[in-house]
C-alpha cells in the first residue's frame, strides 16, 4: 500500500491554519466533507459544517446560537427570544414577563390600577372612575343650556324705561328706571352680582321731575356713568346727568341739556376712541340729533351736533353700538318710510358727523334695534317685522362710513315685544330677551355671528308672566348676563349662557394618573397609599382636595373630596377616600352619614334670623340645604292687601312657576267658609281685608328625592279668621335650594319670618 506523502504533493498539503499539516482528520469518501476541523478567527470561505451546512461565511454574533432555518433547508445563526434581559442598573429589581418578553421591574406596596383611558390623562391629573369601568381626568364640563336664577326685586313699585350698563371699575351694575308710583321720578339703583345671584343697595333719584325715555351708558375713561332722558320738569329737553358709584350706591351731578326741545327715544353709547359718549335723540320734525358729549368730573359738556333726516318717532327703535374694530358707531333707527335704517357715526375732536343711512328692510316695521359682537366684529340689526310680530335680523358691518348687510333672518317664529340684549364675551353670543304675548311668557335666545350670517338657540323661559322694559346688560366679573324688567315691581334676575358640571362626585374619585396617556390606552393609576410625585408648588405637611375642575387645593370644593397630604413641594401621599370630614368651620355639628358619605351635620332644625316683610311683596330665601327633608317657615303678624299669600320653590335653575296642586280655605266668624285653589303656587292663605294679622306655621316635607308637599295651620286677631292650606309641587328638576313667599295683591305692610331646616 503506498503512502499518502506518495501520491500527494507538498503543495496540494491540506493545512488547517495554513501553516501546519492536516494531521488526524477524516476525509468522508461518500460526501467529501471534512471532520474534526478546527472553527478560528481567520477561516475565510463556507465554514465546514457537519451534514451540509451551507452559506455561512463568518461566525455569528456573540449569544447567538447555530440553528435550522425556517424552510429546514439549512442552518444559520439566530439570537434566542427568551433569553435573560442585561443584568446592569437593575439593582433591587426583579424578573418580570408581560407575557411576550422578560424586563426587569419593580415589587411595590403601592396599590395601582390599570384601566382604559376615556379622554387623555396627564401626568398627575386626578382621575375618576366611570360607570363603564373606564378611567376619566376629574374637571369641568361645560354645555350651552342656561342657567336662570332667582328674581330679586329692586323697586316694588310700578317701574318704566328700564336701562342698565356695568361699572368696570366698581364692578357692579347700575340700572336707570322711571318710579311710577313715586311722581314718575327718575331714578337709579347699584346691584352687585355674585355667586349666581345679584343684590341692590337703596335707590337713588337723580331727577325728580317726570322723567321719560331713559338710556344709561358707561364711560369707562371718566370712570363714571351718564344717564341721558326726557326732562318733563324742563320743557321736556334732552337731558344727561353724570352719576359716580361708590360701594352699592351712586352720587349725581348736575343735569345739562343737550336739546332744549322734545327729546323722545334717547340713547347713548361711549366712544373709547375719541373718549367720549355720543348720544341720540328723536326730536320734532322726523329728526335724529346726533350730540357728543365730554365728561369732566361730574359734569359733561357738548360740542357739535349732527342731524338725520329721515326718522320717524317710534318707541323702542333708536339704538347706538359702537364697534371698537372700526372705531365708528352704528346708529339703528326707524325712518319716515317705516323701514330699519343704519348709518355709521363718526367723531373727530368735539364734532360728530353721519354718514349715508341704508335701509336694511323693504316693508314697515315696530322697533328697530342693533348690538355689536365683538367676536366676530359685526353688528346685529334686528326689529319686530309688522306682518306677523316675528323677531328678524340681519348682520351689518361697517366699513368706513358705509355700512353693508347680510341675509335677512328670523330670529324667532313667534310674537316677540318689549325686547332687551347684551353680548356675552365669555361665549361670544348675544343674549336677547323677548315677551311672547301667545305663552304669556318672557323667554331667551342665544345668536351667533359668521361671517354675515346668524344663528338662534332654541328659546327658553325665564318669566312665567307678562314682562315690559327688558334690558340687558353683561358683567364680565361674574361671567354674568343681568336681565332688568318691569313685572309687578323692578326685577332682575342673573342669566349664565352655559351650565358647568363637574364629573367629580364624592365616591368617584379614585387616584392620580402615574403618567400621560392618550385616549383608549391602558392607564396607570396610583391609588391610597401611593405617593405621586408629579405636583407642584404644594406645602409640605398640609392636606389638598380635589376641586371640581380637576385641581388640587388646601380647601374642599363644592363637593368635598380628600386628595391627600403633601410630602414634599412635588409629591402628594394620596389619601382615604372616606377618611373623616374636613375639620375646620363645623364648630357645634355632629358626624352623621347619607349611607355613602360620611359628613357634618346639625342635631335637629337649625333656623336662620327673622326676616322682615314690611315693604316688599315678594321675598327669596337661598341656600337652602340641599339635603333639607322638612322645612318650617314660621310667619308672625303677616299684614297686607286683601289678596292671596303663596309660596313657590326653586332649584339652582331658577324659580317654579307652575304645575302645582294646592288650595286654601278659611274660616271666618259668622260662621263663614271661603277657600282659593291655584295651580302656579303653593298657596296657604287668602285675606279679604286689609286689617287681617296672621301668624302661624307652613310645613314644607319631601315626599320623595324632588317632590315637596305643603301644610298650613295660621290664625289671626284682628278678625276672628282660622286659616289653613296644602298642596303639592311638581317634581323639581333638581334638589330644593331656594323659595319664594309673595303676596299677589301688593306689598306686605308688617311681619316678619325665619325659617327652620332640617
Known amino acids: 500500500m503506498a503512502n499518502l506523502s506518495d501520491i500527494i504533493t507538498p503543495t496540494n498539503v491540506l493545512t488547517d491554519d495554513n501553516t501546519q499539516t492536516v494531521t488526524n482528520k477524516t476525509i468522508n469518501g461518500s460526501n467529501n466533507t471534512i471532520t474534526n476541523v478546527a472553527l478560528t478567527t481567520g477561516v475565510t470561505g463556507t465554514l465546514p459544517v457537519a451534514k451540509g451546512g451551507t452559506n455561512l461565511t463568518a461566525l455569528g454574533s456573540a449569544g447567538q446560537v447555530l440553528t435550522v432555518n425556517s424552510g429546514a433547508s439549512a442552518l444559520e445563526y439566530t439570537t434566542p427570544t427568551n433569553e435573560i434581559p442585561s443584568q446592569s442598573g437593575n439593582s433591587g429589581k426583579f424578573l418580570t414577563t408581560n407575557g411576550s418578553a422578560a424586563s426587569w421591574g419593580e415589587v411595590s406596596a403601592s396599590p395601582t390600577l390599570e384601566a382604559v383611558a376615556s379622554g387623555t390623562l396627564a401626568n398627575g391629573d386626578t382621575v375618576v372612575i366611570n360607570a363603564d369601568g373606564t378611567v376619566s381626568a376629574a374637571g369641568l364640563t361645560t354645555t350651552n343650556t342656561p342657567v336662570i336664577g332667582s328674581v330679586v326685586t329692586f323697586e ?34 347699584v346691584g352687585t352680582v355674585a355667586n349666581g345671584q345679584i343684590t341692590f343697595g337703596t335707590p337713588v333719584i337723580f331727577d325728580s321731575s317726570t322723567v321719560y325715555y331713559i338710556d344709561i351708558a358707561y364711560d369707562s375713561n371718566a370712570s363714571k356713568v351718564v344717564i341721558v332722558y326726557r326732562d318733563e320738569g324742563n320743557s321736556s329737553s334732552g337731558t344727561a346727568i353724570v352719576g359716580t358709584v361708590s360701594g352699592t350706591s351712586i352720587s349725581f351731578g348736575s343735569p345739562s341739556v343737550y336739546h332744549s326741545g322734545n327729546a323722545n327715544e334717547n340713547a347713548v353709547v361711549f366712544d373709547s376712541s375719541a373718549n367720549k359718549v355720543i348720544i341720540g335723540n328723536n326730536r320734532t320734525g322726523n329728526q335724529i340729533q346726533l350730540s357728543l358729549g365730554t365728561i369732566s368730573g361730574t359734569s359733561i359738556s357738548f360740542g357739535t351736533s349732527a342731524t338725520i333726516s329721515n326718522a320717524q318717532e317710534d318707541a323702542g327703535s333708536l339704538t347706538l353700538s359702537y364697534d371698537i374694530n372700526a372705531n365708528k358707531t352704528l346708529i339703528a333707527y326707524k325712518g319716515t318710510s317705516g323701514y330699519a335704517e343704519c348709518a ?48 328678524v335680523g340681519r348682520v351689518a358691518t361697517i366699513s368706513g362710513t358705509t355700512v353693508t348687510f347680510g341675509t335677512e333672518v328670523n330670529l324667532t317664529s313667534e310674537y316677540a315685544r318689549y325686547y332687551g340684549f347684551s353680548f356675552d364675551t365669555t361665549v361670544n353670543k348675544i343674549i336677547l330677551a323677548y315677551y311672547n304675548n301667545s305663552a304669556s311668557a318672557a323667554k331667551t335666545i342665544q345668536a351667533t355671528i359668521s361671517g354675515t350670517s346668524v344663528t338662534v338657540s332654541s328659546a327658553t323661559i325665564y318669566i312665567n308672566s307678562s314682562v315690559t322694559y327688558n334690558d340687558l346688560v353683561y358683567d364680565p366679573d361674574s361671567n354674568r348676563t343681568v336681565f332688568a324688567f318691569y313685572q309687578s315691581g323692578g326685577k332682575s334676575l342673573v342669566y349664565a349662557a352655559t351650565t358647568t358640571t363637574s364629573n367629580l362626585t364624592s365616591e368617584n374619585y379614585i387616584g392620580i394618573s402615574d403618567a400621560a396617556y392618550s385616549n383608549g390606552a391602558t392607564a396607570t393609576i396610583q391609588l391610597v397609599g401611593t405617593v405621586d410625585d408629579a405636583q407642584s408648588s404644594l406645602t409640605a405637611g398640609q392636606y389638598y382636595f380635589v376641586q371640581n375642575n380637576g385641581s388640587i387645593a388646601l380647601t374642599p370644593d363644592t363637593t368635598p373630596v380628600f386628595a391627600g397630604t403633601a410630602v414634599s413641594a412635588t409629591k402628594l401621599l394620596i389619601g382615604e377616600r372616606n377618611e373623616l370630614p374636613y375639620q375646620t368651620g363645623n364648630s357645634g355639628k355632629f358626624l352623621t352619614t347619607d349611607g355613602t358619605v360620611v359628613s357634618w351635620g346639625s342635631a335637629g332644625a337649625t333656623a336662620t334670623a327673622d326676616v322682615s316683610v314690611s315693604g316688599g311683596y315678594q321675598y327669596t330665601v337661598t341656600g337652602v340645604p340641599s339635603t333639607a327633608t322638612h322645612i318650617w317657615i314660621n310667619i308672625r303678624n303677616f299684614q297686607g ?118
Not at 357692579?172 to 318710579?179: F, L, N, R, S, T
Not at 323693504?362 to 366676530?376: K, M, P, Q, V
Not at 335650594?737 to 311681619?751: K, L, M, R, S, V
Open 641 to 758: 292687601p286683601a289678596g292671596r299669600t303663596y309660596i313657590r320653590l326653586g332649584t339652582s335653575g331658577g324659580i317654579v312657576n307652575s304645575g302645582y296642586s294646592s288650595s286654601a280655605a278659611w274660616l271666618r266668624s259668622g260662621p263663614d267658609i271661603d277657600s282659593e285653589t291655584v295651580n302656579d303656587s303653593l298657596v296657604f292663605m287668602k285675606t279679604d281685608g286689609t286689617n287681617r294679622v296672621v301668624s302661624g306655621v307652613i310645613h314644607l316635607s319631601k315626599q320623595s328625592t324632588n317632590d315637596w308637599v305643603m301644610s298650613f295651620v295660621g290664625g289671626g286677631y284682628a278678625v276672628a279668621n282660622l286659616y289653613g292650606g296644602g298642596g303639592s309641587s311638581p317634581t323639581l328638576s333638581g334638589p330644593l335650594t331656594q323659595f319664594q313667599i309673595e303676596q299677589d295683591a301688593g306689598n306686605f305692610t308688617g311681619g316678619t319670618f325665619n325659617v327652620s331646616y332640617m
Open 344 to 391: 355709521v357715526v363718526s367723531v373727530s375732536g368735539t364734532t360728530v358727523s353721519v354718514g349715508t343711512s341704508v335701509a336694511a328692510t323693504n316693508y314697515t316695521l315696530f322697533e328697530s334695534s342693533g348690538i355689536y359682537d365683538s367676536a366676530a366684529n359685526k353688528h346685529l340689526v334686528f326689529w319686530r317685522r309688522q306682518s306677523d310680530d316675528y323677531m
Open 156 to 189: 316694588s313699585g310700578n317701574v318704566q324705561y328700564v336701562s342698565s350698563c356695568y361699572d368696570t371699575s366698581a364692578n357692579k351694575v347700575v340700572i336707570a328706571y322711571q318710579d311710577a308710583p313715586d311722581g314718575e321720578k327718575g331714578k337709579a339703583v
